[in-house]
């Protein structure tokens, strides 16, 4: 593991020239959620390996600093021998507890049932977040995945993200969690970049109700506009995939949610889609329902 730690820091070393002479920056994308029980994780999961199948250098980090569960989404079972919880320690540094995952993705796993990291100081959650300048050089993409609610750590993931993606569903609750969401991070930082997506639909229509009540909601009262990033349909492969312990973008690439994900990932990196299924159903969750 030293050996292993010692060569990703020399590549860390390497890149940083090349990054800063080719202008190349790693994007943060930090997904949350107000409510849990949304499918934020797997979203984030599924998500950060559609990036990776693309070809882009991809890591996730679960910042569910008590209850983290990304390695079972993801199969990495046994989960890592080190963790977050080792870092925030002292005993690691963050290149010590990358993990490989599928398609190429590289993990940082969190702690389960450990109060400590879920309750970190503002100290410790700067200093963590500042070390975070150690793997901007190794990736082009980082994926933060928070645990639901308006804590700190939330709130300091948040603010240290490029974009946000905030995961809801149609359920009154999680509509208004989102809000509340949405309104402290608008009041942290009125400059945020928020995308939304609403998960587990019945169809188009239900998903364009929901984005727009919460776009519409959070224009006219905090003068926020939101990105309508797409829905995911209700799909039972979903929760199939996660009894199986397999991201189900990998296990069942051709479900409906897949399809789902991968326009959603299209639209996060600004690719149009193709002329010929512009009217297309899966065209009209990517473009938000509109017509």
Same mark, same amino acid.
């Given at each position: ?28 994308i ?35 600093l008590?209850?983290?569960? =990304? %390695?079972? *989404?993801?199969? $990495? /079972?046994p989960?890592? +021998?080190?963790?977050?919880?080792? #870092?925030?320690?002292? &005993?690691?540094?963050?290149l ?25 100081g503002?100290?410790?959650?700067k ?45 009154p ?24 997506? =609403? %998960?587990? *639909?019945?169809? $188009? /229509?239900?998903?364009? +109700?929901?984005?727009?009540?919460? #776009?519409?909601?959070? &224009? ?27 991201p ?41 329902g509109?017509?």
């Amino acid at each position: 593991m030293a050996d292993q730690a010692e060569k990703l820091r020399e590549l860390v070393r390497q890149k940083q020239q090349i990054s800063v002479q080719d202008g190349v920056k790693c994007k943060i994308i930090t997904v949350t959620s107000g409510k849990g029980g949304v499918g934020k994780t797997n979203l984030a999961s599924n998500l950060s390996i559609s990036f990776s199948m693309m070809g882009q250098r991809v890591l996730i980090m679960d910042a569910d600093l008590g209850l983290s569960n =990304v %390695n079972i *989404i993801m199969g $990495i /079972i046994p989960p890592p +021998k080190y963790n977050l919880s080792h #870092v925030l320690s002292g &005993e690691k540094d963050l290149l010590e507890v990358i993990a490989h995952g599928p398609c190429g993705i590289r993990v940082i796993t969190g702690a389960v049932g450990v109060p400590k990291m879920a309750n970190m100081g503002t100290k410790k959650r700067k200093e963590f977040i500042e070390s975070f300048d150690s793997l901007l050089s190794l990736f082009d993409l980082i994926f933060i995945d928070t645990s639901a609610g308006l804590s700190e750590n939330v709130l300091a993931f948040i603010d240290a993200a490029d974009e946000v993606i905030l995961v809801t569903t149609p359920e009154p609750t999680s509509i208004t969690d989102a809000y509340g969401m949405i309104k402290a991070m608008s009041a942290k930082n009125e400059n945020v970049k928020v995308g939304l997506v =609403v %998960n587990r *639909i019945q169809n $188009i /229509i239900e998903g364009k +109700k929901v984005s727009d009540k919460i #776009v519409n909601i959070a &224009e006219q009262f905090l003068g926020l506009k939101i990105e309508r990033l797409g829905y995911i349909m209700e799909d039972a492969l979903v929760r199939k995939s996660v009894y199986e312990q397999s991201p189900f973008l990998v296990t069942y690439p051709d479900s409906k949610a897949a399809s789902c994900i991968s326009h959603i990932r299209n639209k996060l990196a600004g690719m149009e889609e193709e002329k010929h299924k512009e009217k297309g159903f899966f065209s009209r969750l990517f473009q938000g329902g509109r017509s």
